[in-house]
């Protein structure tokens, strides 16, 4: 993967904008592999008395509704 890496410098210093085409999907699948270990989740949810670990921080980024239950 590190070799499918883009560095484009932003204006005339030493700022780089890094990109890669599969990052965000990395990204998920590594998300997706914490939220598989209970050690790793700050948080429960219930539903019918089934509880479900989360991670609080995921929840609020893809959900208002969460966001606004956590910050309260």
Known sequence: ????????RL???NVYKMSHPLHANTLL???N???KNPQLCDGIIVIDDVEIP???NILAAASEYF???IDH
């Open 1 to 8: 993967m590190a070799d499918t890496w883009k560095r484009d």
């Open 11 to 13: 204006g005339g210093g």
């Open 29 to 31: 699948l590594s998300l």
């Open 33 to 35: 592999e914490i939220r």
């Open 54 to 56: 989360v991670q609080r």
């Open 67 to 69: 966001r606004q239950v």
